[in-house]
């Protein structure tokens, strides 16, 4: 006859061990459930609260049609800031590049053989300042801190130079409709901006870069471990060199949106300060400062609540002094979640 207690005594490690099992995939579960929604019932929040607050003022289709268009140029940029944080760098002259890019752009517009040439023209010579970072940073192996932050004073001193020191304008600049037309989704009930189309455009391209091609997978690697991803045969130099190219590719495609919507462009105050908006942005997004880990759609959504926390101050009424308060107050927070996101990885 079987001995009943030894068969207890043997079931009972075993049931217990099936519970913790249980309980850990569940935990899993809950986790990834939480890593996928990211900062999504963040941004929800904050419409719902501003919503409230501004007595139903924020959810109608003008307020909305302004917050996607205040969120555009920023999603455009950080979109970049994603590809480069991606390999642990940093680019600080996005702001100063767009505004070299749409007073570039503006200058060529204004002549009566070119004019149709000033998009490609900012959008290239973005592209023209980024390759140029990533080459001093990939070749030279000098750090992306000091590289952009020079070239954001340097940059700023050309932007500057190309329009004598003054805003530039041109009324009739062509395909100004990227900047204030809409895109008729529904006639008569429903748009959506062409700077939003743009950015979403943008957004795509760099998801299918990141995550369905060869190069998006050597730029997580290059984030990851850099001397891994050298030891595996991967071309560091020509990563790095690409990811500040689409930086700077990004912030001239953000300057000509910015010349389109304004009509004009100053080297002095355009894109000001948009290259904080833009790490705040990847860094809400989900990306960390350390590279390897993130995701372009968490950025889309990191650039919404930047874009809604503006939209949404100013509905009630908080004075400009608070708001930049308040920007900082998230910028610090957006640091602390990304380290508190960092230990929770290093626990699990």
């Not at 990834?32 to 900062?39: H, S």
């Not at 805003?167 to 901006?193: K, R």
């Not at 060869?214 to 071309?235: D, M, P, T, W």
Request: some cysteine; proline content about 3%.
């Amino acid at each position: 006859m079987p001995d009943d207690g030894a068969s207890q005594a043997k079931a009972a490690p075993v049931t217990a061990n099936g519970i913790a099992a249980a309980q850990e995939t569940k935990r899993q579960r809950i986790r990834l459930l939480v890593r996928a929604a990211g900062m999504l019932p963040v941004l929800l929040i904050l419409c719902l609260g501003f919503h409230f607050l501004s007595e139903g003022r924020f959810f109608t289709g003008q307020n909305l049609g302004i917050v996607l268009q205040q969120a555009a140029v920023n999603t455009v940029l950080a979109a970049g800031m994603t590809f480069v944080i991606l390999t642990g760098g940093i680019d600080l002259s996005v702001g100063s590049i767009l505004a070299a890019s749409a007073m570039a752009g503006l200058t060529i517009s204004k002549l009566p053989d070119f004019g149709l040439l000033w998009l490609p023209v900012a959008v290239l010579t973005g592209l023209a300042f980024g390759v140029i970072n990533g080459a001093l940073i990939a070749l030279l192996r000098l750090p992306p801190f000091i590289v952009t932050l020079g070239s954001l004073t340097a940059v700023r001193g050309l932007a500057r130079l190309l329009g004598a020191d003054t805003t530039v304008f041109n009324p009739s600049i062509p395909y100004a409709f990227i900047g204030n037309g809409s895109l008729t989704l529904i006639p008569g009930v429903a748009s959506i901006p062409w700077l939003s189309v743009i950015a979403l455009l943008v957004i795509l391209a760099s998801w299918l870069v990141l995550r369905r091609t060869v190069l998006g997978v050597h730029i997580y690697a290059v984030g990851g471990n850099e001397s891994a991803a050298r030891l595996a045969g991967i071309k560091v130099w020509a990563v790095l060199i690409f990811v500040y190219g689409v930086s700077g590719l990004f912030a001239g495609l953000g300057g000509a949106m910015q010349a389109a919507r304004l009509y004009a462009a100053n080297g002095l105050q355009l894109g000001q300060s948009y290259e904080l908006d833009a790490i705040t942005a990847v860094i809400l997004g989900g990306t960390s400062f350390v590279g390897g880990i993130g995701s372009i759609w968490g950025t889309l959504v990191g650039a919404l609540i930047i874009a809604v926390l503006s939209n949404g101050l100013i509905l009630v009424g908080v004075s400009d002094i608070w708001q930049y308060v308040i920007k900082g107050l998230v910028i610090i927070g957006a640091v602390a979640l990304d380290r508190y996101r960092l230990q929770g990885s290093a626990r699990t």
